[in-house]
């Protein structure tokens, strides 16, 4: 079950845990995804953030996904990805909450995998708010 993926310099252990095969030397592929996600957002939310002058000293996010694993496991009726993925970012900054607002929605209209997420139907909640 373990992927060792390799990219350069860098490597990124897959795994699943032991009820599913595999032993937990790391995250299983959706939680792979949803820390990608957390990645993607941060980095282009640094980029807009330049654009806007917007004072960003840093974010933290909590993404949880909601997945049917019957999909998986082969029932055609359900969809084997994501049904709903949640964004809490917690934003470090002097700036109002319409500012925030303004950097939540650019940020998400330029996010590769937010975007990708929007294009295959999941259901999108992100909410960001001064930490």
């Not at 949803?34 to 000293?57: H, I, P, R, T, Y």
């Not at 975007?115 to 999941?122: N, Q």
Request: charged share 30%; proline share 5%.
């Amino acid at each position: 079950m373990q992927t060792i993926a390799k990219s350069d310099q860098h490597t990124i252990t897959i795994d699943e845990p032991p009820v599913m095969g595999g032993e937990d030397t790391g995250p299983d592929p959706l939680t792979t995804f949803l820390c990608a996600l957390s990645g993607c957002e941060n980095v282009v939310a640094n980029v807009v953030a330049k654009e806007l002058k917007f004072d960003l000293q840093g974010i933290e996010f909590d993404i949880r996904g909601v997945v049917d694993r019957r999909g998986f496991m082969g029932d055609p009726n359900v969809k084997p990805y994501f049904e709903k993925v949640t964004i809490d970012a917690k934003v470090q900054t002097s700036e109002s909450e319409e500012r925030i607002a303004e950097l939540r929605r650019i940020t998400d209209s330029r996010c590769p995998l937010y975007t990708t997420l929007k294009a295959a139907g999941v259901e999108l909640e992100s909410k960001w708010s001064k930490a």
